[in-house]
């Protein structure tokens, strides 16, 4: 027996789009057309393919040659753009669609769940559906009756479980269909953006309850947006790049080499050099911003809880050699509320000898930063003067989610953009009141 | 552990495939499970509720009595009519609700069919499967019906399960090419109604198949649901006609359309998902 639990090779789909041809040049071409239409559809009928396939002469390869190999046991991510190929391929895998070309092989049972609640019916009660999407989901019926209670439990809808789904508030609706999704237990589970229902408890619910799923040694394929989590369960990543594998390896590379991919286009500069609206001497001149990681590498994208250096760009006026410089920024969230700032005299350092181009950097490790765009202002003085402030501030901090407190949590809605980790203890306080008494 | 039998192999498959009917029997619990969701919510939120079951083959059954019965004075194979014509709208209702839901259930499954893999075969078997409380409630009131009239059934009753049968393989078959045509081409939706109104009246319902000689009588076997009705009034109510040959001459037909049916659909089954 061998240890691989998914192998495909150079699996690929091919979808008919709905290109139209040239406008018809003549009456008697459209006529013709229109009357063979009908035949050619039929005969493509019968050859088995999709209807339409016979207009359609434009093509697209929603994936393309997709080779890879997933061990017993790995629980394994699969992340992406939108329209990438990522659900085709877990399409391909739980066997909803064929593959144009190519082959996988699949060892063991699987379960996929591209949607949680396919197949609930609105009319049915709490109880009936969750027998009828067990099934659908491939449970044998002895199976739901063991673990009903449990789904039950965990879906926290007790009381409404004889009432009929349509009365369901969204919230209890999605939480039912995850609670059944959850206690399907197959041998490979194929996961498609599930976890993106419900209020963020729930959520953590789920995330944790992906956890224990991966912690029992089956074999795991989770497509999703939610890049946190996915880097605190998977150990590997795939990336997915117009329809192809673009990398393969650890999840926190494969994560940021998305997020530079994804971002690039993203503009985060502000003509610097240009911009006349700014105060100040002019002694020194900031030109530029970017971020890097702590390899010196220039990265688009931050991500709560990186360790990211802010660096600044400036030239000196001709024959200027400024003693006591003083640099600060500030980030400001979308709203242009000011977040925090930060001057290097604050941590005690100003800066002597400055070279006629160079680079002030600021490295701040754990970024307490939630997702978002914030802009960075920045400010130079030279003892206590003005040197520059660009008015419009320095350019744009893009932040990704991120693993901020090391548990894959998230952590609280944008609206709360900072974050702060701490350490929670419990103390016992009815102990000492017993000892008054006594 | 799995062994190494539990192996899937996914890839493209060319021309006519295999039925694959040990895995339908492995998802027979979801059959159960569908054609009972079905079942529960046919008649939910309506007000007259199951009787729905019996008011359509009962008043088509008044309808006909009127006008083909009295009025056309259309013979019954000495039977008194309205029972005559009951006994083939029993078995004709079924078949034709049978065929309307499993032309239309792919379509209605859609989203299921793109989110879950299971043996796609399972929507129209548990469409047709769906009616057949319709048609107990409906023969309920036939054997009612025949107690009024004093008619009692022959050792021949005992056949009425092939009959009834018939009526699966019938509806099944014609359900399978519909339904996988109608993935592609949502003209089916339109063509089921018209086809169901022009089969009734291909039908020996209003009017007895003795009608014809031989060899047309035979021949007109052709559509297996003359081999039914006839079967039901020569089972239930003793007509003196021996409709053998007829049934054989249906039974084979239906079972064609089965086959031939079946194959299709899994030949399309690959572009479900793709188009529906």
Redesign the interface.
Known sequence: ??DIAIRTDCLSKQ?HIGIRHNEYRTLRDTLTDALAAPFRRVKS?FR????GAADMKEKIWALKDVSFQIKRGEVVGVIGENGAGKTTLL????????????????????G?L??VG??F?P??TGR?NV??NG????M??AEIVHKFEEIIDFAMIEKFIDTPVKYYSSGMYVRLAFAVAAHLEP?ILLVDEVLAVGDAHFQRKCLSKMDEVATTGRTVLFVSHNLAAVENLCKRVLLIEEGRVAMSGDAYTVVNRYLQGVNSAVKNTISLVDSKDRSGDGRIRLISFHLEDIKGNKVSVARSGMDVVFAFGFHCQEGEIPRNVDIGFSIHSERDQTLFVLYSSYMGQVFDKLPTVGIFRCHIPNLPLHSGRYRVGARVTIGQEEADWPRGGVGYLEVAEGDFYGTGNKGFARSAPFMVSGQWTLTDDSAPFIEDES | ????S????????KGWISLKLEELWEYR??L???A??DI??RY??TVLGAAWAIIQPFFTMVVFSIFFGKLAGVPSDGLPYPIFAYAALVPWTFFANGLNMASNSLVG?A????????PRLVVPISGVISGVVDFVLAFAVLLGMMLFYGILPTVNIMWLPLFVLLIFITALGVGFWLSA?N???RDVRYTVPFLTQFWLFATPIAYPSSLLSEPWRTLYGINPMVGVVEGFRWALLGADTAPGPIIAVSALVALAILVGGAFYFR??E??F???V
Do not use: C
Request: proline fraction near 4%.
């Open positions: 027996m061998s979808y009928l088995g393919e999709p209807y399409k391909i895998l739980s066997r909803i669609t064929e593959p144009t070309e190519g082959q996988a092989e699949i060892h063991g049972r699987v996929s591209l949607e396919a197949g019916h009319e049915l009936e027998y009828l099934a659908i989901l491939g044998k019926k041998e | 552990m799995p062994s190494d539990d192996v899937i192999i996914v890839k493209p498959s619990e979801l159960y499970f569908m009972w969701r529960k919510v939910k939120q499954s989203n299921l069919i793109k989110k879950v893999y299971f045509l993935v592609q081409f030949r399309m690959k572009t998902a793709d188009v």
